[in-house]
């Protein structure tokens, strides 16, 4: 498959979410041969890195996709790398060279029930989820958050209800989505699990998934977004080691 160029988008504009999400519009004439429908796919955003003294690579999720824009959402943890500068000082005008989009990653559909689970890095993610999910859905999203002001009024099946899981600090103390997972009730049927975190939380959450709880790769999606303590570019070697370990 061909990956297609990075596109040079505009700043249309940016907001403060929450205390700890920052939302930064993209657009402009880069747009015009943008795939349709994109809410929840991946785009690689090129941004300076002065330590490296150079550009690097970002992944982050399409949050919102209209017509001629797109939302992009940046989580706003203690360790603030190269992307989240950028965000933090963006203003309207700006340009940003970005690659993509990638596939959508989305809950298995036809469920019984669907379980989301994520941190902040995943919200956006889990967000686009809930909205194209039907109405008839039912289950649980665990959706770890930094602080109680970042909980977010997300739209969502009627029946499938949002629990929420105060943690200050993301990647050092991190037993806290674990064992609220734990805490949902199992319900009869097939489900449909979606997870993405910190590495160290990702796979004790793949574990206890599989080992416990039987799921495969027909109703379970799990990734890591990011690995406390290491940049993207360290994080993607952990993923592959990883994986090298699971064949």
């Given at each position: ?9 505009d700043?249309?504009a ?66 603030r790398?190269?992307a989240t ?33 994520g ?12 909205e ?13 958050i ?5 909980i977010?009024?997300?739209?969502k ?12 600090h993301?990647g ?14 199992w ?34 999606y ?23 370990a699971?064949?």
């Open positions: 498959m061909v990956r297609p160029e990075p596109r040079q988008l700043v249309i940016k907001r403060q979410v929450t205390p700890n999400m920052l939302r930064v519009t993209l657009g402009g004439a880069g747009m015009a041969d943008f795939p349709a429908d994109q809410t929840s796919a991946y785009v690689k955003l090129r941004v300076p890195d002065a330590a490296a003294g150079r550009e690097v690579v970002r992944t982050y999720t399409v949050r919102s996709h209209r017509t001629d824009e797109i939302d992009v959402d940046f989580a706003l943890h203690e360790e790398g190269p500068l950028w965000a933090m000082n963006a203003q309207a005008g700006d340009t940003i060279m970005v690659g993509g989009p990638g596939p959508r990653k989305l809950v298995h559909p036809g469920a019984d029930w669907y379980l989301l689970v941190d902040m890095t995943a919200l956006p993610a889990i967000s686009g989820n809930l194209l999910l039907p109405d008839t859905a039912s289950g649980t999203a665990v959706i770890e930094i602080d109680q002001a970042d977010q009024d997300l739209q099946p009627p029946h499938l209800g949002i629990e929420w899981v105060i943690n200050p993301p050092r103390a991190d037993s806290a989505l674990i064992e609220r997972v734990r805490a949902v009730g319900r009869d049927g097939r489900p449909s699990v979606w997870a993405a975190c910190e590495f160290t939380v990702m796979r004790q959450l793949r574990d206890y998934f599989r080992t416990e709880r039987g799921l495969d790769s027909g109703n379970l799990i990734s890591s977004y990011w690995k406390a303590g290491l940049t993207e570019d360290n994080h993607k070697i952990a993923k592959r080691e990883d994986a090298s699971l064949a």
